[in-house]
């Protein structure tokens, strides 16, 4: 069955919709980092990092994938849902079966690496409003200046702006 040009374009409005191509990422990267905690013999990364340092690089990137995934989502909620995944990779690697070792510290490197990236978010996203509003007011401001309202309801000052 070939699809008609309607039904290409919503296709491909979909795979480019920028949150669904992160929020498929975000799971991706939270499905590699489970596999890769419960895997009885993980593979050795370049320059073998500390496990310590695995743990935090993964949430880092899971916190900062999440909080760009869902951005409607509170922050306070990601860091919750994030650390209770890391709880979650350390019950799973205490089984016996895993052969793993589980240590409440990886946890709590878990726990602290997303709230710091969420933290570093949230604080990005207030200055990011105040700017916002700033370049708001000053627009608001000239535009009460040259007597924006005045202007915007005169023939003249149309013309005078379409030109």
Do not use: N
């Amino acid at each position: 069955m070939k699809m008609r040009g309607a039904g290409r374009t919503k296709i491909l409005q979909r795979l480019l919709d920028w949150p669904s191509w992160l929020r498929r990422a975000f799971w991706s990267a939270a499905l590699f980092a489970l596999v890769m905690a419960i895997l009885p013999k993980p593979p050795q990364l370049p320059g073998s990092p500390s496990d310590k340092i695995q743990h935090i690089a993964a949430f880092v990137v899971l916190a900062a994938l999440a909080a760009a995934a869902y951005p409607r989502t509170s922050l306070m909620r990601i860091a919750v849902w994030l650390s209770l995944f890391g709880a979650l990779i350390e019950f799973l690697q205490a089984l016996p079966m895993l052969h793993r070792d589980s240590d409440a510290r990886d946890w709590i490197a878990d726990t602290l690496a997303a709230a710091l990236v969420l933290l570093l978010v949230r604080l990005w996203r207030r200055r990011a409003r105040r700017t916002i509003a700033a370049s708001d007011r000053h627009a608001s401001d000239a535009a009460s200046a040259i007597g924006g309202a005045e202007l915007s309801e005169s023939p003249a000052a149309e013309s005078a702006i379409r030109s």
